[in-house]
């Protein structure tokens, strides 16, 4: 049942991204076929998650703020689809959690910003993705998302007609263990991607 309405919600998304955003793909090969990964992305709106989700072949898991599961069909149908529930972002259950989940070969889409962006400019990154890299040892995959703040803006309640675009870039393998250092060189490569 999960499955089905996984896919059912990518069917959906179909024309949901086709009709109302006229998504672009650039990069989409540059998902790996197998084993886990991380996704790194810049955030502009909470439109970010499905568009992700939506884009890459594989099943993503990802962190959601704890209070959008008071909801109990809403929280289980965000289950599904791959959010995990935290109460705060960079604690460290959090990052144990997400570790947990690379280490059983699944992949994790991470807001290095840790917010969203409010005037569209990629901030810098948080200490927390670099935990992860250096301990889980995963590609990371830069993502560079434009015109989901169009779509779904800052306060708005509904989506908006806007183009998206979403660049995936090539795979990079970070060998650094400064938590710091690792953060600053995938926020660099996602603002390289045009």
Request: positive net charge.
């Amino acid at each position: 049942m999960k499955n089905f309405i996984y896919m059912l919600g990518k069917f959906i998304g179909f024309f949901v991204f086709h009709l109302f955003f006229s998504i672009e793909i650039k990069g989409k090969e540059n998902f790996p076929k197998k084993g886990a990964f991380i996704i790194a992305a810049n955030h502009l709106s909470y439109l970010d998650p499905p568009t992700i989700g939506f884009v890459c072949p594989k099943k993503l898991n990802y962190f959601a703020k704890y209070s959008l599961f008071k909801i109990k069909i809403f929280s289980n149908l965000i289950k599904i689809l791959g959010a995990i529930p935290i109460e705060r972002e960079g604690s460290p259950l959090t990052l144990r959690k997400g570790l947990d989940i690379l280490k059983k070969g699944e992949s994790l889409v991470i807001f290095p910003e840790g917010t969203r962006s409010k005037n569209g400019e990629i901030k810098e990154g948080k200490p927390g993705i670099g935990f992860l890299v250096a301990k889980s040892k995963v590609p990371v995959i830069p993502v560079r998302l434009i015109g989901t703040d169009k779509a779904l803006p800052h306060g708005s309640k509904f989506i908006r007609i806007a183009k998206i675009k979403v660049i995936v870039g090539r795979p990079i393998y970070i060998e650094k263990e400064n938590y710091h250092e690792i953060s600053k060189s995938i926020m660099n490569a996602i603002r390289e991607l045009k």
